[in-house]
């Protein structure tokens, strides 16, 4: 996250399995959002994926809620700030 202001960390979630982190931004990029999995690899911890929305605009809050499962193979994330009433 470059926005030193996009709240990266407002949520964050853990797989069961400890390897996995999931990391909301949701004020990133006005208030747009980001979120973030990262893995446990040997140790070092790295970053898998990043993911902005894949609609929407300013104000969605795109990773104000995160959720993992418990080996990190599927994930969720909270865009409350979506008024275009899709899933």
Known sequence: ?????ANFGFAVAMSRDGRNVMVGAPAYGMSRGQAFLFRDVAGMWQEVWRREPPFG???DRFGHSVAVN???TRV???MPGDDAARG
């Open 57 to 59: 605009g300013a104000g």
């Open 76 to 78: 969720a994330i909270g």
């Open 70 to 72: 418990e080996d990190g």
């Open 1 to 5: 996250v470059t926005a030193a202001n």
